[in-house]
């Protein structure tokens, strides 16, 4: 819901919002992903590609009629697959609920947390699905965050309001939130404790949507393989900065993409952006300058950070040079290990744009901890989506 709130600030209209909050066997799209309807009928996002979505916009209707939110559960159909279920076989639980512009005032500014017991079916053994809603700051705190919520979490464990929650169960809690959190993730957190479960004998569960600042790339070198990659990054959610020391190059009006343009030598750049605590282990560095004075000052900074992804474009020969010189900088085995050179999948790229493709195609498998092996999905067993479910 939370990439929606931008959206939903400006419908001027009353809106439902339609949210994947449990997700099992192969869907299409992962937990937290969002649909939100408008009270004139304009639909923004999308559910499962076309599986569920003309259900849940009937399902929004009864919504706005009566403004009472619904848990609805989408599974593969053997009637009718397309028409109300998953074809791909999966099954998806969907909060569809009434919102507006103010529903998350808090989230604009000081760190925040909402949790509100939601519906997860009719009857009156129904089990409640509670949404926590974090701000980045939360992650810092996740126990200090679920203890200011202790009331609703002792109603939600059977505990009597007049007794403490549990200590042990807030820690374990935290743990299992604190991952989350950290990597403004999505998803179900089970909680535990004396009378937890419930009629059917399982456990209330919190969902828990988090959203953090755009993950950095950092593009060194101003060429046209930077500006395909600016891009590539802006249109997958990164926030880009294209960084070199050469001003007749570097400028906005040649990387229209990019979030920022710095003239400045790369290294020094770097360091003075993790000085500053703005490179995480989120941040992608793509080193592209061709050129070993700017190459290998800025790969030893950027080797020596804890940072997601490090990349340098060129030859096998110019690779060898690079960690040559790398090793004669002081950097050991271990941070060599890290660097991807020459950067990007095999597929056969060519131009700066296809390069863009095969560059991204590595990050998001460095990312997700997924083999980099540039095969094709026929030619894979096991599940297409297997990281879907977010589930602790």
């Not at 559960?73 to 697959?81: L, M, R």
């Not at 701000?135 to 203890?147: I, K, T, V």
Request: proline fraction near 7%.
């Amino acid at each position: 819901m939370l990439e929606m709130l931008e959206v939903l600030a400006s419908a001027g209209e009353p809106c439902v919002a339609a949210t994947i909050v449990r997700a099992s066997g192969s869907v299409p799209r992962p937990v937290g992903t969002s649909m939100l309807i408008s009270g004139s009928g304009q639909v923004t996002g999308s559910l499962s590609g076309g599986c569920v979505e003309a259900s849940v916009i009937a399902v929004a209707e009864d919504v706005f009629a009566d403004e009472r939110a619904r848990l609805e559960v989408f599974g593969y159909s053997d009637d009718d697959a397309f028409a109300v279920g998953l074809s791909c076989g999966g099954t998806l639980d969907v909060l569809v609920e009434p919102v507006a512009a103010g529903t998350f005032p808090a989230l604009a500014g000081a760190p925040c947390a909402l949790i509100r017991a939601l519906p997860a079916g009719d009857g009156d053994g129904a089990r409640q699905l509670p949404l926590l809603v974090a701000s980045p700051a939360a992650a810092a705190a996740p126990a200090a965050l679920l203890a200011a919520h202790g009331p609703e979490l002792a109603a939600l464990l059977n505990v009597r309001p007049e007794a403490a929650l549990p200590k042990g169960v807030l820690q374990r809690a935290a743990a299992r939130l604190s991952p989350l959190l950290a990597a403004g993730r999505t998803g179900v957190v089970e909680l535990d404790g004396p009378g937890s479960g419930t009629c059917e004998g399982s456990a209330p569960a919190l969902f828990l949507e988090s959203r953090l600042a755009p993950p950095r790339l950092v593009l060194i070198g101003a060429n046209d393989f930077s500006a395909a990659l600016a891009r590539q990054g802006r249109l997958l959610g990164y926030h880009v900065t294209v960084c070199d020391a050469r001003p007749v190059f570097t400028t906005p009006e040649r990387f229209p993409a990019a979030h920022s343009v710095q003239v400045q030598w790369p290294d020094r750049y770097l360091r003075g952006e993790a000085a500053a605590g703005r490179l995480d282990a989120r941040t992608v560095v793509c080193v592209l300058s061709h050129d070993a004075k700017f190459d290998v000052p800025a790969l030893a900074e950027a080797l020596r950070l804890d940072l997601g992804y490090v990349g340098a474009m060129g030859s096998r020969r110019s690779h060898d040079q690079r960690v040559t010189a790398l090793h004669a900088a002081g950097l050991g085995a271990a941070e060599l290990q890290a660097l991807h050179s020459p950067l990007g999948l095999d597929i056969g790229a060519a131009t700066p744009e296809e390069t863009a493709v095969s560059v991204f195609a590595e990050i998001v498998a460095a990312r997700s901890g997924t083999a980099a092996s540039g095969r094709p999905l026929r030619a894979v067993s096991g599940p297409i989506h297997p990281h879907t479910s977010l589930t602790s």
